[in-house]
């Protein structure tokens, strides 16, 4: 989808649908505004339900003031107008109070963006403006100032947050980022102690972007293949709607019988991905012209090493990351639904998926199906695609139970004997 071909009403209803639809404002918080290539600003209008906005609701904002529309702007219009004057870089601006965002601004501090690398690529330092009556010259003011220090991404004392952009996908991008890691920093304070990444790591992750690779023309394309690819992209939305990674951060790949794989490209919004944006790796070759997953050479190895394995899903989801990112244990003995699909899960150092991708693949033997990389991400294979969707709900369904429980009791695990049952009762490879 080029965004870019899509008028600036269309775009505010797309993303507004999203943000709603994601539970991460109200029926009547948040605006969106575009500023387009006439200095109009178009923006969502005040005191219409955010549920059903359509594209005739959205107000267009001449540069003299003219206002055209069915509806009023948004009240907090004023402070849209104070970022595109201050900040000529801007094109796209947005503001909600997702409830882990609101959290931060009514302690008055800001989320650590040093736990998982992506999330300081994305939305880079954060700022936080002072208190401000909405809708108000002042507020406008103090959030103006934010930007003009040069923060993109802005915290709002006991309001929300508004973010910045060259565009309406990259500042959704960047919000819906920032939301991801607040979720992840509350559960993970609430079971342990966090793990923040240094300077120096983040640099490093950050020169990984990029897979390099011999290119292929993919002129055969087989029905087995039309089929894999047709059945990723299903799942892949599927796991985007379930809020299980980002727009842009999941991978997903599915090996063939000739020992190929497909994997997900990087960079593209996993909700409107297609069959043909999947990326096909055979040997030591991507499919011309397209970039693959930098996690490309993991899959490679694991799918090499271990022929039980025939899908892999590297997630994101917010409660396997709080393990992720604190000392706190992920123990898959809770129910026996989750022992059976989770069984072992080691937490792997950080990078090691990279600077070690043979040892990484060594790990996925047919007990230990999945892993946590530290501050980076959940790595889950299964022996079909609809296996190892059904192993990451039901990891992430068990990591949530385990936190909601910290606030009944001590977790009784499943103790040994039983498990033994659960392994001869169900065939499980010891």
């Not at 819906?176 to 966090?194: K, M, P, V």
């Not at 991905?273 to 011309?288: A, H, R, W, Y």
Request: hydrophobic share 40%; with cysteine.
């Amino acid at each position: 989808m080029k965004l870019e071909m899509l008028h600036p009403a269309d775009q505010l209803v797309m993303f507004m649908e999203r943000i709603y639809g994601y539970g991460m404002t109200t029926t009547s918080g948040g605006n969106l505004s575009i500023l387009d290539d006439n200095g109009d600003i178009w923006i969502t209008p005040g005191s219409i339900d955010k549920g059903s906005l359509t594209r005739k609701d959205m107000v267009c904002i001449k540069p003299d003031g003219t206002i055209e529309g069915i509806h009023k702007p948004s009240s907090e219009y004023p402070f849209h107008q104070h970022i595109y004057n201050t900040r000529p870089d801007i094109k796209a601006v947005l503001h909600a109070h997702p409830p882990a965002l609101v959290a931060f601004s009514i302690v008055r501090r800001l989320p650590d963006t040093s736990m998982i690398p992506n999330v300081k690529f994305s939305c880079g330092e954060i700022g936080l403006a002072k208190y401000g009556l909405p809708g108000s010259q002042d507020l406008g003011d103090k959030i103006a100032q934010e930007f003009d220090k040069g923060f993109n991404t802005v915290v709002l004392e006991n309001h929300g947050v508004v973010i910045g952009a060259g565009n309406m996908f990259d500042a959704f991008k960047s919000f819906e980022t920032l939301d991801f890691s607040a979720r992840i920093e509350i559960d993970a304070r609430n079971i342990g102690s966090i793990n923040s990444l240094t300077p120096e790591q983040i640099d490093w992750y950050k020169s990984r972007q990029h897979v390099v690779m011999d290119e292929f023309v993919s002129n055969n394309i087989t029905s087995e293949e039309k089929d894999v690819r047709a059945e990723m992209v299903k799942f892949i939305r599927r796991a985007y709607n379930q809020r299980l990674f980002t727009s842009t951060q999941g991978t997903f790949s599915q090996k063939l019988s000739d020992g190929s794989f497909i994997i997900t490209p990087s960079g593209k919004d996993r909700k409107y991905l297609e069959p043909e944006d999947l990326v096909k790796i055979s040997g030591d070759f991507k499919e011309m012209g397209k970039f693959p997953s930098k996690s490309a050479e993991l899959h490679k190895e694991i799918y090499a090493q271990q022929p039980h394995v025939k899908s892999i899903i590297i997630a994101h989801p917010p409660c396997m990351m709080a393990f992720a990112v604190s000392d706190a244990v992920l123990d898959s003995r809770t129910i026996p639904e989750s022992y059976i699909l989770m069984r072992n899960i080691p937490k792997l150092e950080f990078g090691a998926n990279y600077l070690k991708p043979a040892e990484t693949a060594a790990v996925f033997k047919e007990n230990t199906p999945i892993a946590l990389i530290k501050n980076d991400c959940a790595i889950i294979t299964g022996s079909s695609l609809l296996n190892a969707f059904d192993r990451l709900e039901v990891a992430e369904y068990s990591s949530h139970a385990i936190i909601a429980s910290r606030g009944l009791g001590e977790v009784v695990a499943i103790n040994d004997r039983e498990i033994d049952d659960i392994e001869d009762a169900f065939h499980l490879a010891k």
